[in-house]
């Protein structure tokens, strides 16, 4: 039994399948939470635990006609994402539209967009049913969900962990970025969504561990170099800087600390 990441055109999802001749980007159907869906298999993890992921049912390695199938579902989907468009205008509704793409099966059309505000768009999905005459379901999501459907790198130069592999949005708060000693500007730790970057909670925990043996800055502390107020610390290295009365800059380390 092997466990599979596997690229759909909505997200990527885990798949278990059992097969000697599994390869890696290999085109495969699989039935998600939205339905059928045509993917790839992105990557194989060989006795891997994950029971906190919740995987999707294998259906069967894709055929010539399904690859067919799905280029001509990409092709549609785009032109009614311009429809769309063109109907969200006529209807003056304050939505903006990213996404859209059929199920495999065209059971479902997804349209995805983002608004500030909470859209009533019955008369336009009833339009979109009359024309399309499959079923429609327009989603509302916000500025993370959009990073995630629409992908990108990261200021890592890697592809961006919602869209690679994160499967739920975890809470960032502005102190994971204070404890990790970053500066406070928002090209630095935001990401392309304009949210906190999601990477900054992966080593929180570490940095909370390390700064326990660390002084806060602005604290008069007594060293074995001298007695001064912390002006800056490091992390990771586990040092700190005090200013003595002479206005003098002093490195020291945790074990210079006299408690």
């Known amino acids: 039994m092997s466990i599979v990441m596997v690229k759909t055109e909505n997200e990527n999802v885990y798949v278990n399948i059992k097969n000697s001749d599994l390869k890696e980007h290999s085109n495969i159907i699989v039935e998600t939470d939205i339905g059928m869906e045509f993917g790839i298999i992105n990557k194989t993890y060989n006795n891997l635990n994950r029971k906190s992921t919740n995987t999707c049912k294998f259906i069967r390695f894709a055929s010539i006609k399904d690859i067919n199938k799905n280029k001509k579902n990409r092709i549609d989907s785009q032109k009614a994402l311009i429809k769309c468009r063109e109907l969200i205008k006529k209807y003056k509704l304050n939505m903006k539209l990213f996404s859209a793409y059929y199920t495999f099966d065209r059971d479902k059309l ?24 499959t079923r429609i379901e327009l989603k509302q999501v916000g500025v993370r969900d959009k990073a995630k459907d629409i992908g990108g790198c990261g200021q890592c130069g890697r592809e961006l962990c919602c869209k690679g ?65 912390v002006v800056n610390i490091d992390v990771l290295k586990q040092k700190f800087s005090i200013i003595n009365n002479n206005k003098e800059i002093i490195e ?4 210079d600390s006299i408690k």
């Not at 392309?192 to 570490?206: A, V």
């Open 110 to 133: 997804i349209f995805k967009f983002t608004s500030e505000d909470r859209v009533d768009f019955r008369d336009l999905a009833k339009e979109l049913a009359n024309i399309y005459h």
């Open 165 to 229: 592999f994160l499967r739920e949005f975890n809470s960032v708060s502005i102190n994971m970025a204070k404890n990790q000693n970053i500066a406070l500007n928002p090209n630095k730790i935001n990401g392309i969504c304009g949210r906190l970057l999601c990477c900054l909670k992966y080593e929180d925990s570490c940095y909370k561990e390390c700064l326990k043996n660390l002084p806060k800055i602005g604290k008069n502390i007594k060293t074995k170099k001298g007695e001064g107020k």
């Open 252 to 255: 020291c380390d945790v074990n």
